[in-house]
């Protein structure tokens, strides 16, 4: 049954192996991709006929992980795989990314890949190997791919790097890095570190790079193993393209000059009215020469036209859309402190742009629990929500889920400040960018905003975060670098390259292009621009807030820890919760205990959280020799009475500590309910607790009645 080929090289010094021929033989390529004992599988299919009538390449991309890979059951009632989780929709995205950009030009039929988890062995992430399978199933393909393409992860342990490195070695790791590349070029960059130098980063990407060339060959190899001849691509030249260029050439004449000035309008109402009535008299113009265009091909057509207009005017006029320098940052804007019920709040606008940040802080209960197939945090304590609503742009449009590149965007909000979140926060801590006017790189006034919020809540924050975004014009012997992209630089320009980080290093980056491959001259350059815009923005927002808010708001709950012995837990909480559930009751504070004995204490108000503390103390305080405690007496007998100084705790005072006199009987001195002053006068081996009422009263001055009554 097993009639299949295979591949394998070794990445950091573990076999990675590429098999074609046992599954899914209908698709137009089929593929595993095994590291250790986690295996995934991915499928490319393509339609038959072109899809009309659209605007973008119809490709879409699946990421799957199935609970048997692991040897689980799936939660919920049906017991099946459902929606795809947060890992599954920015695992599709990210391998997504790299490959659009390396198909032919004008290719319009629907690309479909389906990648799928077969096997997880719980250290070895799949989320890098998606990557690399649907590249190699595009390779052995015969759709019009321009790869492939190679993918590693990247981290960094006790300053040396690790390639692909297992969930264990990440947890020690200051550097996540996803790297993608061609034969010679980058074409894809995500991930996050804890303030890496753009130099070590840099560094980071070239070593990645070598390995990255491995993977490239060994899909070459797999695709000649079946005898296939290498990929010939035809020209960029899609269906219709002759058609196009025609138009084009007539359009330059026709309609450039106010085409270029629509886009150039400054205010976004005036813009868009001098767009529409630019292509209305531009496609009246082309018709009467033109009478055979369809719709389709005038918006194609339209397309280039303004991308090489643009093009045109950053390289050849040197100047940007907005008629800003290269390097120049729009207008910013900020604030904090908006919302008076809100724990934290921010508004953070560069230019056109905006984002309204708020901070709300919860108990640990309130955290995310992550039913994680591949290993990793079984819960996360710090997450950031990014909403784009249409209003954002000026615009009517559907509300609904929260789509997937709201997840993305977020995703790397959190990251980028997450590497500077405080080290086992008391609090759950959730963070949302509601965008509330859109004109490019919203995820970076996100990490703005998100910055300033947190620091507003409170939270102590180890240094601020800042984001921005760099572009790219390029055509054959120049290219440009531009700082702080705008909407449409982002739309026709060919790179959106995002850095957020510190002053002293970057924590989280996210590179998308819309080329093949960027240069490395241009990576280095692109970080130093980043780097540099990075600190403006920085001063910007010390001006605004400069550190964390020493106090909390007046609504935000409190939490406190306790440290208690272990062995008190079961005491804490009493038989069937019956002494958690009293000190719950009394104060309304929640509990949480830890089973190394870190009692967390989560209260709305810092009398409630006064009770609590002292209620815990009491339970689970250990009795201390010298020291003098008000008792309840528990038990009498011949010999002296017990005298209970904490709840579950007691100790025996001997007759003869019962006064500084001969006593007879115990009961002389007291019976069952008396409180009695008594003090701790040793310990034993064993624990037993010796105490004194006799020194007690002589320590603390106080008159003895059973003397007085002697």
């Known amino acids: 049954m097993k009639n299949t080929v295979f591949v394998e090289t070794e990445i950091g010094g573990k076999r990675l192996k590429i098999e074609t021929g046992l599954l899914a033989g209908q698709a137009g390529g089929a593929v595993t991709v095994q590291l250790d004992e986690t295996i995934l599988f ?59 950009p390396l198909f032919q030009k004008g290719f319009n039929r629907e690309v479909q890949i389906n990648n799928m988890l077969l096997s997880a062995d719980g250290q070895n992430d799949p989320d890098i190997l998606s990557i690399v399978a649907a590249s190699a199933a595009l390779v052995i393909s015969d759709l019009p791919f321009y790869g492939p393409i190679g993918a590693v992860r990247v981290g960094r342990v006790d300053g040396k790097l690790v390639f692909n490195p297992t969930n264990d070695e990440r ?91 629509a886009l150039t309008a400054l205010d976004r109402k005036e813009r868009a009215s001098r767009l529409k009535q630019a ?42 859309l907005d008629g800003r320098n290269f390097d120049e940052i729009r207008p910013l804007a900020g604030d904090v402190a908006l919302l008076p019920r809100a724990h934290g709040s921010a508004l953070f606008s560069r230019g056109e742009t905006q984002s309204l940040a708020t901070v709300t802080l919860g108990s640990q209960q309130d955290s995310q629990e992550l039913d994680a197939i591949t290993g990793g945090a079984p819960e996360k304590k710090f997450m950031v929500h990014y909403n784009f609503p249409p209003y954002s742009t000026g615009e009517v449009g559907r509300l609904g889920f929260t789509g997937r590149r709201e997840i993305g965007h977020g995703a790397l909000a959190e990251r980028s400040l997450e590497q500077m979140m405080p080290s086992d926060y008391g609090y759950t801590v959730r963070l949302v960018s509601d965008i509330m006017s859109s004109n490019g790189s919203t995820s970076m006034a996100s990490v703005c905003a998100g910055a300033l919020a947190l620091m507003d809540a409170g939270v102590p924050l180890k240094k601020p975060v800042a984001g921005i975004s760099i572009g790219l014009f390029s055509a054959e012997n120049k290219s440009v670098l531009v700082t702080d992209i705008i909407g449409a630089e982002d739309h026709y320009g060919e790179m959106d390259f995002k850095v957020a980080g510190t002053r002293d290093g970057i924590t989280g980056f996210q590179v998308d292009l819309k080329r093949r491959g960027l240069p490395w001259p241009l990576v280095e350059e692109a970080l130093e621009k980043a780097r540099a815009a990075r600190m403006k923005i920085l001063d910007f927002m010390a001006s605004v807030i400069a550190e964390p808010r020493k106090d909390l708001s007046p609504y935000a709950p409190r939490v406190h820890e ?62 201390e020799v010298g020291i003098i405690y008000n008792g309840t007496v528990t038990g009498i007998k011949e010999f002296g009475a017990f005298v209970e100084i904490f709840p579950g705790t007691d100790g025996l005072v001997h007759i003869s500590e019962l006064a500084d006199f001969r006593v007879g009987r115990v009961e002389d001195i007291c019976k069952l309910g008396d409180q009695m002053w008594v003090k701790c006068i ?19 001055g106080l008159p003895d009645p059973a003397a007085q009554k002697k």
């Open 279 to 320: 292509k209305e008299t531009l496609k009246n113009s082309l018709l009467e020469k033109f009478p055979e265009m369809t719709d389709e091909q005038f918006r194609a057509m339209l397309e280039e036209l303004s991308t090489e207009l643009v093009h045109k005017l950053v390289l050849e006029k040197q100047r940007r």
């Open 171 to 261: 947890q020690k790791s200051d550097l996540d890095l996803i790297y993608a590349g061609l034969a010679e070029q980058p074409v894809m960059i995500e991930g996050d570190a804890r303030e890496i130098s753009e130099k070590d980063f840099f560094q980071a990407m070239q070593a990645a790079h070598a390995e990255v060339k491995k993977l490239i060959d060994i899909q070459l190899e797999l695709r000649r193993k079946l005898g296939r001849p290498d990929k010939a691509i035809a020209p960029d030249d899609g269906a219709g393209q002759s058609a196009i260029n025609n138009l084009l050439e007539t359009a330059r004449n026709a309609g450039g000059d106010s085409l270029l000035e």
């Open 42 to 100: 991915s499928a490319a299919t393509a339609a038959a006929e072109p899809k009309e009538g659209i605007d973008y390449f119809p490709l879409q991309v699946e990421y799957r992980e199935k609970y048997y890979a692991a040897g689980k059951f799936p939660g919920g009632f049906f017991k099946r795989e459902a929606r795809p989780s947060e890992k599954e929709i920015l695992t599709s995205r990210f391998t997504d990314r790299p490959i659009r």
């Open 562 to 623: 306790v440290k208690i012995n272990p062995e008190k837990i079961g005491g804490l909480i009493g038989p069937g919760g019956k002494n958690i559930r009293r000190i719950t009751d009394l104060t309304g504070a929640q509990i949480d205990i830890d089973d190394d004995g870190t009692i967390h204490i989560f209260t709305n108000n810092g009398d409630a959280l006064e009770m609590a503390i002292r209620e815990i103390s009491l339970v689970t305080a250990e009795p």
């Open 682 to 700: 040793g310990i034993d081996d064993r624990g037993k607790i010796r105490l004194s009422r006799r020194e007690a009263m002589k320590e603390k």
